[in-house]
T-cell receptor
Framework: GQQLNQSPQSMFIQEGEDVSMNCTSSSIFNTWLWYKQDPGEGPVLLIALYKAGELTSNGRLTAQFGITRKDSFLNISASIPSDVGIYFC?????????????FGKGMKLTVNP | NAGVMQNPRHLVRRRGQEARLRCSPMKGHSHVYWYRQLPEEGLKFMVYLQKENIIDESGMPKERFSAEFPKEGPSILRIQQVVRGDSAAYFCASWKTDTQYFGPGTRLTVL
């Protein structure tokens, strides 16, 4: 099945640094979503983007829906230790009444205090 | 996890046994999506159900897997005659205003 191209696959940063990650696809999506997953837990929604070109912030997080509708990026500013986890992008399109999500492989973030 | 309940959280089965995974979506919601996550991978769509209807099962393996969402009670993902390759985390998601909210998952281990 289709999977999004998410990069980088992992990052090791110092507390206080900023981090960026992005997702690309060969297909168009109506919605882009960014989730964070902690070990042993389900993905938790961070940001949802509904319009091409949209730039949305949620605290220290900023995400953009690419103008071509085939890509998105997420920035985390001034990282803190609790930012550690795996970040997933997901694209959503409506097909036959289904709003199923297509996920990237995830970006594992490590923050050194 | 926004009120989406899944149980059990961990399930161990021997090869050939049956696994039943349950999901209760957010209160008042009647749409459930099931996803599977293999180690070091992203989630992959399996099936989308509304109450008493399967809307999209394009991600379900053709054999041994089935899903239902009865009028009363939780959604059930059923895996018959489990094999080691079925070991994974299974998540359900409740759909609300264009966004999916995930449960904590069931981690299935097949011995």
């Amino acid at each position: 099945g289709q999977q999004l191209n998410q990069s980088p696959q992992s990052m090791f940063i110092q507390e206080g640094e900023d981090v960026s990650m992005n997702c690309t696809s060969s297909s168009i999506f109506n919605t882009w979503l960014w989730y964070k997953q902690d070990p042993g837990e389900g993905p938790v929604l961070l940001i949802a983007l509904y319009k091409a070109g949209e730039l949305t912030s949620n605290g220290r997080l900023t995400a953009q829906f690419g103008i071509t509708r085939k890509d998105s990026f997420l920035n985390i500013s001034a990282s803190i230790p609790s930012d550690v986890g795996i970040y997933f992008c997901a694209g959503q399109r409506t097909q036959g009444g289904s709003e199923k999500l297509v996920f990237g492989k995830g970006m594992k973030l490590t923050v050194n205090p | 996890n926004a009120g989406v309940m899944q149980n059990p959280r961990h399930l161990v089965r021997r090869r050939g046994q049956e696994a039943r995974l349950r999901c209760s979506p957010m209160k008042g919601h009647s749409h459930v999506y099931w996803y599977r996550q293999l180690p070091e991978e992203g989630l992959k769509f399996m099936v989308y159900l509304q109450k008493e209807n399967i809307i999209d099962e394009s991600g379900m393996p053709k054999e041994r897997f089935s899903a239902e969402f009865p009028k009363e009670g939780p959604s059930i993902l059923r895996i018959q005659q489990v094999v080691r390759g079925d070991s994974a985390a299974y998540f359900c998601a409740s759909w609300k205003t264009d966004t999916q909210y995930f449960g904590p998952g069931t981690r299935l281990t097949v011995l």
